[in-house]
């Protein structure tokens, strides 16, 4: 299989990725220097890295999938990681950047496909904020504070980042008129 010419969604996908990989790394470093306590459990975050990986990796040869893999498995990021710091944490917040990737990462002969990663996300919340309450780790009232502090200046950050890379995205694919999941 050869590598297409990638669309503009796709190189924005994979830019968006390669900031998530980056930062991913100094999560841990975050908790420790600012909760003080949890660095270890912490840890588990980085977990999702290979996943994260793969959408690069995927996107010369199979750019839908790509651009489909960043807001799936950002989703299943989040919901792990609210499993680890509990609702009071604020980590579903990170779906907020998993919707706004829902939204600009298709393109109109895509809807379904946009659609459906749009409900996925949703149930994904709706299951956590019902289902997910006590963390794995006991957090006390000001770690929380803090986490959430932490998590809510990430998600704007990120939210901020989306905007600006997709701004000026082209509304259709340029690969010979036909999207690249068709």
Request: proline share 5%; with cysteine; glycine share 4%.
């Amino acid at each position: 299989m050869t590598r297409l010419a990638l669309d503009p969604r796709t190189e924005a996908t994979i830019t968006i990725a390669w900031v998530i990989i980056a930062n991913k790394p100094f999560y841990p470093f975050y908790v420790w220097w600012l909760v003080g306590d949890g660095v270890g459990i912490s840890a588990i975050t980085l977990a999702s890295i290979p996943f994260f990986l793969a959408i690069p990796l995927m996107a010369g040869k199979r750019p839908f999938a790509a651009r489909l893999a960043l807001p799936l498995i950002g989703t299943v990021d989040t919901v792990c990681e609210t499993m680890v710091f509990g609702r009071g944490s604020a980590t579903l917040l990170f779906l907020a950047p998993c919707m706004a990737l829902a939204l600009v990462s298709f393109y109109a002969i895509e809807k379904w496909w946009q659609r459906a990663v749009a409900c996925f996300i949703f149930a994904c919340f709706a299951i956590s904020w019902w289902e997910i309450e006590s963390p794995i780790f006991v957090w006390t009232s000001d770690q929380l504070a803090t986490l959430l502090s932490i998590n809510a200046f990430a998600v704007a950050s990120l939210m901020t980042l989306i905007a600006i890379r997709y701004a000026g995205v082209a509304s259709s694919p340029d690969l010979d008129g036909k999207a690249a999941s068709q």
